[in-house]
């Protein structure tokens, strides 16, 4: 224990000793003696520092929750909201929603003909039969449930399903007709591993999309799932910087949405494959692309479905990530490494002057 403790260390104390040169070098002997028995446990000090610094694994996480009255689910490394309970997705990391709120919104699916058969969508130049808005809060039932897992984790499933009017833009076509549309939102407790892919426990949301009973208005169309990415950052609405990357050796593609202000990175991803059920029973998977439309001032991303006959699913999941800093930023961002150099320079001085 320090000899010069609060006890003495009184500011009436100290102006006796400052001001009375009989005292004065007993001072100095008093700050040298405390800034020598410091220095002595320094080691300790930087040792417990860099141990502080190396990332540990929580075992025990809390599990998810849903707020029913908020439309919200609540886990240890994310926060979703349903925004006015439809298929758009605000997600932010506990706690830190003044910081960075990330959206991840599915606008509507889009019936056009693939005039070069290249699957991707060209906004400008292929032919729409028709369109089915996903954004009328009205059409959505939600439901939540909390399911045993595997791997003994616990999922808390979150469904919101729909029947969206399809309404066609060629004439001579019925403009009133109904799809059914399913978002199946999926999040654990621990890391579960979901058909080759593992899902973050507590961290990230898979999200199934199952569309069925489309009426097709052609035998030749395709579909594209109209997504619109956007954010909130420092209570800034801004469009984030985007990148969209295909991740060869997990066969997925991976949006990453960015903001200067922050070190987090929402992220968007999906595999390249979704599952067709048809009528007949039969399953099969099939390729699926994505067209970006990322400018200034709005980033939109749609995700390219081939015909089918049946249901399609397909499994996106929204996560976020925070940049990883190196040993060197975290050692440095420590208080007590400061404190250490500090305390360092001021015993070199000292020694330096009794020298003198």
């Known amino acids: 224990m320090f000899l010069f403790d609060s006890t003495i ?3 009436e104390l100290l102006a006796f000793l400052i001001y009375s040169p009989h005292h004065l070098r007993f001072l100095e002997e008093l700050i040298v003696v405390n800034i020598l028995r410091a220095w002595r446990i320094m080691p300790l000090i930087i040792m417990i520092t ?12 809390p599990k998810p929750r849903w707020n029913a009255n908020t439309a919200t689910i609540e886990a240890s490394g994310i926060v979703v909201q349903f925004f006015e309970r439809k298929p758009q997705y605000r997600f932010w990391l506990p706690g830190e929603n003044e910081t960075a709120v990330y959206i991840v919104k599915f606008v509507k699916i889009i019936e056009f003909l693939d005039s070069d058969n290249d699957n991707q969508f060209d906004f400008r130049n292929e032919r729409i039969l028709a369109k089915a808005e996903l954004d009328a809060h009205d059409q959505w039932n939600i439901t939540a449930m909390v399911l045993e897992g595997s791997s003994n984790s616990t999922e808390l499933r979150v469904i919101m ?3 969206v009017a399809v309404i066609t833009t060629a004439e ?26 593992v899902v973050k426990g507590g961290a990230e949301l898979k999200i199934d999309v199952i569309i069925s009973n489309w009426p097709w ?3 030749d169309s395709k579909l ?3 997504t619109l990415f956007a954010g909130h950052f420092r209570g800034k609405e801004k469009v984030p910087a985007m990148h969209h990357e295909r991740v060869r050796e997990r066969n997925t593609h991976k949006v990453e949405m960015r903001d200067p202000e ?16 048809s009528r007949n029973g039969s399953t099969y998977e099939m390729k699926v692309n994505a067209t970006d439309d990322f400018r200034p001032n709005s980033a939109i991303q749609y995700i390219v479905y081939p015909h089918f006959e049946g249901t399609l699913e397909h499994d996106p999941s929204i996560l976020i990530e925070k940049e990883e ?18 305390l360092t320079i001021v015993v070199i001085g000292v020694i330096i002057v009794k020298r003198r």
């Open 224 to 226: 594209a799932l109209m």
């Open 50 to 61: 860099l141990l502080s610094t190396i990332p540990l694994q929580v075992y025990a996480q």
């Open 325 to 342: 800093e190196s040993m060197v930023q975290r050692i440095f961002s420590s208080p007590y490494i400061w404190m250490g150099i500090i």
């Open 172 to 197: 001579g076509m019925m403009a009133n007709e109904k799809a059914n549309v399913t978002f199946i939102n999926h999040i654990y407790d621990k890391d579960v591993e979901v058909e080759g892919y």
């Open 262 to 277: 922050t070190n987090h990175v929402g992220v968007f991803t999906f595999r390249e494959n979704v599952r067709i059920r």
């Open 217 to 219: 208005h052609s035998n």
């Open 9 to 11: 260390c009184s500011y």
């Open 161 to 163: 399903q729909g029947y």
